[in-house]
């Protein structure tokens, strides 16, 4: 379904399934309407994580009529933190 607001994204038990040093790769596809919305806050376990953007920046905005597809990378650095890489493509 096409998103209806910005989105707050928790990528929930990583500390269970990831041991420190292991990572995983996440693919999130978001249909977009006439009116675009994007992905404003990242979560590791309910914890706030700041990721690392391809290109330097984060999204502002997301692709109206089209298709946004983000790439995150977490990685387990420690037992409670996490490094995250993440991308934006839009598709229209």
Not at 4 to 21: E, G, K, P
Not at 38 to 47: E, S, T
Not at 82 to 92: G, H, I, M, W
Request: proline letters at 3%; hydrophobic letters at 40%.
């Amino acid at each position: 379904a096409n998103q209806t607001a910005n989105r707050t994204i928790n990528f929930q038990n990583a500390s269970t399934l990831l041991a420190i040093d292991e990572s995983v790769t996440i693919a999130l596809l978001m249909p977009q309407g006439s009116t675009a919305y994007y992905l404003n806050a990242y979560q590791v376990d309910g914890g706030a994580v700041t990721p690392k953007w391809q290109g330097g920046s984060a999204p502002t905005a997301g692709n109206a009529s089209g298709i946004d597809s983000y790439s995150f990378t977490i990685i387990r650095t420690a037992a409670a933190a996490y490094t995250v890489l993440a991308s934006q493509t839009q598709f229209a």
